[in-house]
Antibody
Framework: QVQLVQSGAEVKKPGASVKVSCKASGYTFTSYDINWVRQATGQGLEWMGWMNPNSGNTGYAQKFQGRVTMTRNTSISTAYMELSSLRSEDTAVYYC???????WGQGTLVTVSS | DIQMTQSPSSVSASVGDRVTITCRASQGISSWLAWYQQKPGKAPKLLIYAASSLQSGVPSRFSGSGSGTDFTLTISSLQPEDFATYYCQQANSFPHTFGQGTKVEIK
């Protein structure tokens, strides 16, 4: 069965970077785009961007341009989302999801605190 | 960016009630709309795609309609497991924006 398994929770200081991984299994990794979505506690869903695992092409929401980088390692079927210059407002659960929204990772809590 | 506006923000309903949630796009998105259900501490679950297509495994009491700018999610007979927050998302153009969510609560 299709699974997206994300890396564990992270605690970072303001100004630092975080890199969240999303390992895919049960399907051909390069067949479907990966989207990243975040959710602050008690808040709604926020789309951050997408990556085509085959080509490596990416597209980011304007809000995150210059701070977010989405990459992949096809040999291990894993996508990555790196967010830099972290601030307290970036504290949230970060999700990866396959294109079409059928399959989601379990979420990774990133806490930014001094 | 396309803005997605859901209404109401919350609704109180009883088991067996018919519940309707609306989602309005700030510009036309054809049928590029999905609906998700999210329960506390869980990832969203896809219910409806392409505005009106029921995702495999989703109960038939869920239905979606609309095209262009106005969309509706209907739960025909609310069940205890349906109490959750519902989101619409447009996939017509980047960024794929979400609505702000509608919380369905027990009356």
């Amino acid at each position: 069965q299709v699974q997206l398994v994300q890396s564990g929770a992270e605690v970072k200081k303001p100004g630092a970077s975080v890199k969240v991984s999303c390992k895919a299994s049960g399907y051909t990794f390069t067949s479907y785009d990966i989207n990243w979505v975040r959710q602050a506690t008690g808040q709604g869903l926020e789309w951050m961007g997408w990556m085509n695992p085959n080509s490596g092409n990416t597209g980011y929401a304007q809000k995150f341009q210059g701070r977010v980088t989405m990459t992949r390692n096809t040999s291990i079927s894993t996508a990555y989302m790196e967010l830099s210059s972290l601030r307290s407002e970036d504290t949230a659960v970060y999700y990866c999801a396959s294109s079409g929204g059928v399959h989601w990772g379990q979420g990774t809590l990133v806490t930014v605190s001094s | 960016d396309i803005q997605m506006t859901q209404s109401p923000s919350s609704v109180s309903a009883s088991v067996g009630d018919r519940v309707t949630i609306t989602c309005r796009a700030s510009q036309g998105i054809s049928s590029w709309l999905a609906w998700y259900q999210q329960k506390p501490g869980k990832a969203p679950k896809l219910l409806i795609y392409a505005a009106s297509s029921l995702q495999s495994g989703v109960p038939s009491r869920f239905s979606g309609s609309g095209s262009g700018t106005d969309f509706t999610l209907t739960i025909s007979s609310l069940q205890p497991e349906d109490f959750a927050t519902y989101y619409c998302q447009q996939a017509n153009s980047f960024p794929h924006t979400f609505g702000q969510g509608t919380k369905v609560e027990i009356k």
